[in-house]
């Protein structure tokens, strides 16, 4: 008679007692241990023509969308990515200093929080609206864009405008409706999504 493993996975171990049998010794084995490994299907209809009676804590690969996913028991699921966060490594250009800094990544999603103080001199607006592109910060390596430039909006309290980030972390002041004073403290926000 196969008993249980030793580590209370329900994977039947063929024992000496059982009758002589090495295909069923390694049917076994097989049918323990194949639903506790990564299960890999071509895709979501393989699978579901394959795995017709799934059990909780399943895991699967499909190769067609590159997506693990776990059976609840009841649904696959996505599993989510970890948060990560941090509040350092933000760097302020000449003529700022950063007053703090939050950023929020899951997945590919990040949220970027900067609170930046302007030591420099007054920055002026035209009529438009319009600033010469000033660069107040750096963010760090592994909270920039990967594909593009993306805009972003800021505001001090008495005024606000636009701000770009590139791929290389540089964060460019371009716009501010009365001008960014000096003495003025900047809260910038962004959230963008990376493709790498």
Known sequence: MTAPDKYGQGVAVWQMTDPPSIPDAAQALADGIIPRTVMRFA??????ATLTAPVEGMVTWLEDANRLDVYNGSTWVTPEPSLATTTTGLSAASGFSVLDFFGHRQGKVVVLDMYLARTGST?????????????????????????????????????????????DGIVTLRTATNGVAGGTNLRLHITFIRTT
């Open 43 to 48: 895709s979501a209809s393989t699978r579901g």
């Open 123 to 167: 920055i002026a607006a035209n009529d438009g609206g319009n600033i010469a592109d000033t660069v107040c910060a750096t963010v760090p390596s592994a909270w920039r864009p990967t594909h593009s430039t993306i805009a972003g909006y800021w505001d001090s309290g008495s005024s606000f405008g636009g701000f770009v980030i590139g791929t």
